[in-house]
Each structure stands twice: as structure tokens, then as C-alpha cells.
């Protein structure tokens, strides 16, 4: 009996049992020399897509600053003109010209979409063009307005006189009325600057500047354009 029970309790199954560990074992050392990829974290993906994103941003600022710097000689050169008394409109591919070329300057290599740098050349060249023609139009009105006023005060001292004013009581009353007409009272380049387009309205020359300064941009536009296409390809 002793025996008997022996033999159920003594593991019957030992040699199959070393086989299947066997098995086991040479599954795993089998898959040992197969690489496993190392897990990207997703801080690290994250980090890389900005990363990415950056470079990106930085390009464009270093083609928007490129642009700016570009179009100065453009600026002062349509100021100048203006001044002058020719139609600076004419500077208008020449300011493009320059806005296309510090862009390009700025970024040889670079990863910016072509839409991108599209959209910057043609923002800096509006507020370029825009702020030339302001220049410009403020300057000529300062002028004409110090002639205007120096021959009208002239007239309203000797008015005054015979209504018993004198000359600081004429003076007072005239900066009164032009401060609630035009914003400003001694109309210098800069009150006019400031206070452009009150300015035009009052004098009914709306139509005629934004004329200017839709032709002004058309010259631009179409040379900024056609040189923005043959800088890039």
C-alpha cells in the first residue's frame, strides 16, 4: 500500500514537464535578439512638433522683418518724389521690388509655405503704401494751409480791428473754430498726420485720395506680384 501510494504522490509527469520548460525557454531566448523599439513619450512627440511649429514662426518672422527693412528705400523714395510734385504712384513696383527682395534675402532656405510668403510681401507693401500716400498728403496739406491761413488770419485782424478785437482776441476765436472743425490749431505736418482722414472729410477730398491710393496699389500689387513669382520659383 505503502508502495502504491508512493507511486501516486511521485511526480509521473517529470520528463514532459522539463520538456514544456525547455519549450519556454528557447521561445524566449529566440525573441532575444529581435530589437524593441524604445516607447516615445508623449512629451517627447509634443516636443518635437513644436519644435517643428517654431521653426516655422521664426522663418516668417525673419522674412517679415526682411520685407519691412526692404520696403524703406521704397518709402523714402516715394516720400521724396511726392514732395517733389510728380505722382508717386510710379514707386509703387519699385517699393514692391524692395519688399520682395529683403524677404527673399531673409529667407534663402526656407520652409515657409509659398502662401505664407505671399501674404506677408503683400501685407507689408498695403501698410507701406498706405503710410507713403499719408506722408505725402499730409505734407502737401500743411503747406497749403499755412499759406491759406497766414493770408485769411491777415484779413480777419483787419476785421477785427474795425469790430474793436484785437489781434489776440481774432487769434482766440480762429483756434477756437478750427479745433472743433478740423481737430487741431496751428495745422502743422504732424496735426495733420494725426488727424488725416477728419482732415479729408472736412475738405471733401475722400474720393480723390482713395482714387490715388487704389491706383497707388495697383501699381504695387502688380509688380510685387510678378516679382514675388520669379524670386520663388
Known amino acids: 500500500m505503502e508502495n502504491l501510494m508512493n507511486d501516486i504522490n511521485s511526480p509521473v509527469h517529470t520528463q514532459s514537464g522539463t520538456s514544456a520548460a525547455n519549450a519556454v525557454s528557447t521561445y524566449d531566448t529566440a525573441w532575444d535578439d529581435v530589437p524593441v523599439p524604445e516607447p516615445v513619450s508623449s512629451a517627447e512627440h509634443f516636443s518635437s512638433y513644436s519644435t517643428g511649429n517654431d521653426s516655422v514662426v521664426l522663418e516668417a518672422v525673419k522674412g517679415l522683418i526682411g520685407a519691412m527693412v526692404g520696403a524703406i528705400p521704397g518709402v523714402l523714395l516715394w516720400i521724396i518724389?511726392?514732395?517733389?510734385?510728380?505722382?508717386?504712384?510710379?514707386?509703387?513696383?519699385?517699393?514692391a521690388a524692395g519688399v520682395v527682395a529683403g524677404y527673399t534675402f531673409m529667407t534663402k532656405d526656407s520652409i515657409i509655405p509659398q502662401v505664407w510668403g505671399l501674404v506677408i510681401c503683400l501685407s507689408v507693401v498695403v501698410i507701406a503704401v498706405y503710410f507713403s500716400e499719408r506722408v505725402v498728403w499730409s505734407w502737401e496739406l500743411a503747406d497749403y494751409f499755412a499759406k491759406y491761413m497766414s493770408e485769411t488770419r491777415e484779413s480777419l485782424y483787419s476785421l477785427g480791428e474795425a469790430g474793436g478785437l484785437s489781434a489776440g482776441d481774432v487769434d482766440e476765436i480762429i483756434d477756437k473754430e478750427m479745433m472743433s472743425t478740423y481737430g487741431f490749431t496751428k495745422g502743422t505736418f504732424g496735426e495733420f498726420f494725426s488727424n488725416?482722414?477728419?482732415?479729408?472729410?472736412?475738405?471733401?477730398?475722400?474720393?480723390?485720395?482713395?482714387?490715388?491710393?487704389?491706383?497707388?496699389?495697383?501699381?504695387?500689387?502688380?509688380?510685387?506680384?510678378?516679382?514675388f513669382k520669379k524670386a520663388r520659383g
Open 196 to 227: 488725416f482722414h477728419r482732415t479729408l472729410g472736412v475738405a471733401g477730398m475722400n474720393g480723390k485720395y482713395f482714387f490715388n491710393l487704389l491706383t497707388s496699389y495697383a501699381f504695387a500689387g502688380m509688380g510685387g506680384l510678378w516679382l
Open 81 to 95: 518724389i511726392g514732395r517733389i510734385g510728380f505722382v508717386a504712384a510710379i514707386c509703387g513696383a519699385i517699393l
